[in-house]
């Protein structure tokens, strides 16, 4: 019997640490932004970018969407259905061209179930490029 519960502590152990392991991020969704902007600079926003050279993705819960383009960073923040976006959503993008623009829609669909779960009216794409050494 005490091995049995020997075993059991063993096994339960680790489980004890994997909450804080997979907490979620505390900071608020700005300040998520914000840390992943640190070091770059603002350049002048874009009705569109090129689809094709997109290398990510990230959703900024509730935010705005950023675009890895090479080491440029396009941050979008939607014009309709910001309040929609979650951080674990898949984005759905349907275009005819190679580039996406602020007149596109991105649908929204749950991680899990693949079901759709709305959609946002992209804004216009503001690069962010990091800040040059002096």
């Not at 063993?10 to 840390?35: G, I, N, S, Y």
């Not at 603002?42 to 090479?70: E, F, H």
């Not at 960073?73 to 993008?93: C, F, H, K, M, S």
Request: net charge neutral.
């Amino acid at each position: 019997m005490p091995a049995i519960l020997a075993a059991a502590a063993m096994v339960a152990a680790p489980a004890a640490f994997a909450p804080a392991a997979f907490a979620k991020d505390k900071r608020t969704p700005e300040q998520q932004l914000e840390k992943l902007l640190e070091g770059r600079v603002a350049g002048a926003p874009q009705d569109c970018i090129n689809l094709a050279a997109t290398n990510s993705s990230q959703v900024i819960d509730k935010t705005a969407i950023v675009y890895r383009v090479g080491d440029t960073l396009w941050v979008n923040r939607p014009r309709g259905g910001a309040d929609q976006l979650g951080d674990d959503d898949i984005l759905v993008t349907k275009t005819t061209s190679s580039r996406l623009c602020s007149i596109d829609t991105v649908e929204l669909h749950d991680r899990t179930s693949h079901m759709y779960s709305g959609f946002v009216s992209l804004g216009e794409f503001v690069p962010y490029r990091r800040a040059k050494a002096r």
